[in-house]
């Protein structure tokens, strides 16, 4: 099978192209990328005023499966990941049982082979059960397929632990994601601390509870000279730490997701737990830490915590709804409307941010366009505008508190391994 798509606005991070050309695919891969290309076998694909750019790399999403089906499957969360633009997504091991054996990492690989439609990369525990106590077994997880380790959901709270599990990932050249909470200090807070939480009479959680975490972890892959990726910073403070960190020459990378940069906690005034996500929605001069941290290079990609939940496990008192929203079919969207569209990003930046960067860090061979490279895709109309509405959404659940804005920028079609696997019309 051919495809010959005319006519796009290639943009690639790697190469830093920028150009109006036509892409050849044939057998899985990109053939050929120039001018006026020519091929009567080819199925052709018109991308006039779109963009071409390679197909996004998620590194951190909660496909559920297995043990919470019903909140999503890893099909499911592939077809959301699919209409996002997203070709590869890096599942956390939060499930039921967690992926904390080769067993389950193994199960999670064959259900992914069978059913999703994009690649699926599990992610293992760094502690058995993510109860902090006993590392996992990371080597056997490792062959059996995890591209990381983390504990998402839950900090690491002894420091020692933290220590061995960075030194024996580091002889392993596995990544160590780290969710950076000091549980003392979040405990029973459901929103960010500060003037919002006490007019709502709700517990807050402190940036200082990120902060201090993201602090001792820094200092502990100072020590231990290991690589070591933060997740989901939301704090101004989280972002000054992480640029020194980078000038002083320190191994560490960043992440940032589309609701920390579009979203203030004045979002909880309505008490929509739709907006309750962990870390918590800051206030805006966090928010405006997190843009420029963007801008300027210190976060260096963008991902996004898609974590689905039931309408009914959302649908309680705020205090009692579970942390998490989707955000695979929104984040394109929200990145050109709240970055690219203001002048924060450029649309190669954009690409960086969501392709090449995530996909270095990992180690993967993925998020950059060129001759002989895989071809995963992704075709968008950056000028588009929509309404966000829960009728379009392939994911499982709808836990979104964007339902209803009007945002700038659509995905046209998505290509994965040379083939289409989501098309908006």
Known sequence: MKLLIKNARVIDAK?????????????????????????????????????LMPGFVDMHVHLREPGYEYKETIKTGSMAA?????????????????IDNQGVVE????????TALINVLPIGAITKGLKGEELSEIADMQ???????????????????????????????????????????????????????TKLGLKGIPTLAEVTMIARDIEIARYTDTCLHIAHISAKESVVLVKRAKKDGLKITCEATPHHFSLTDEAVLGYDTNTKVNPPLRAKADVQAIKQGLKDGTIDCIATDHAPHAESE???????????????????????????????????????????????ILGLDKGYIAEGSNADLVIFDPEKESIISLANFKSKSKNTPFIGRKVKGAVALTISNGKIIYQAD
Do not use: W
């Not at 899985?28 to 076998?41: E, G, L, R």
């Open 143 to 197: 062959n059996a397929g995890i591209i990381a380790i983390s504990d998402d959901g839950n900090g690491v709270m002894n420091a020692d632990l933290m220590r061995r599990a960075l030194e024996y990932a580091s002889m392993l050249n596995i990544l160590v994601i780290a969710h950076s909470e000091n549980n003392d200090l979040s405990f029973g807070g459901v929103m960010n601390e500060g003037y919002i939480s």
């Open 15 to 51: 190469s830093n192209l920028d150009d109006q050309l036509d892409v050849l695919i044939e057998n899985n891969k990109i053939a050929k990328i120039a001018k006026n290309i020519k091929d009567k076998d080819a199925e052709i694909i018109d991308a006039q005023d779109k963009v």
């Open 107 to 114: 199960f999670v690989i064959s259900e992914a082979r069978k």
């Open 314 to 360: 959302k649908d309680v008192e705020y205090d009692h709804a579970p942390f998490g929203i989707i955000g695979l079919e929104t984040a394109l969207s929200l990145a050109i409307s709240e970055l690219v569209e203001p002048g924060i990003l450029t649309l190669n930046q954009l690409c960086e941010k969501m392709a090449y960067n995530p996909a270095k």
């Open 82 to 98: 699919a209409a996002g633009g997203f070709t590869t997504v890096c599942c956390m091991p939060n499930t039921n049982p967690v």
